[in-house]
């Protein structure tokens, strides 16, 4: 979105200065432009104050589900806040493999609320210790976000074998 609209702000002083340069030689044509941006980066700054910056301030950014039996599907919700001063708007949010799944907001995030990350892990065929990420793609700079969850899976012949010398 700030591409978009740098480059239409770059096109648009471009035809001013151009206007601005013929008007200068026709006769009794004064130059009204005065207020134009000196250069790209007056015009860049321009863009960045007027529409300001979203940032996450998340609870937590790892959750570690600890020892789970093969097979579960462990969630969690991360939390966050707006703290930046233009709405957040997350764009795709994206697990590491396919058991990793999230669930996030569709909807801008205005300055100071709140929204959830749910994501879950699917233990199946996965024993062992197992370190997954979410990289959140957004309207922040960086535009990455990565949030991380860890488990220690416990293999379902294992957990047998532990449930066969309890009884």
Known sequence: ????????????????????NAASKIEGVEETNSDAPASANDIV?????????????????????????????AKHTFKFTNTGDSPLIIYNAQGSCGCTVPE????????????????????????????????LTANTVPNKRIINITSNVIAKAATSEVNAEVK
């Open 104 to 135: 996030w907001p569709r909807e801008a995030i205005a300055p100071g609320a709140t929204g959830e990350i749910k994501v879950s892990f699917n233990s199946a065929g996965r024993p062992g210790v197992n370190n997954k990420q979410v990289t």
């Open 1 to 20: 979105m700030r591409k978009v609209v740098f480059g239409l702000l770059v096109a648009g002083s471009v035809v001013f200065t151009a206007c601005d």
């Open 45 to 73: 700054n321009d863009v960045n104050a007027a529409s300001g910056t979203a940032t996450f301030q998340f609870e937590e950014e790892r959750h570690d589900f600890g020892d789970i039996a093969e097979g579960t599907v």
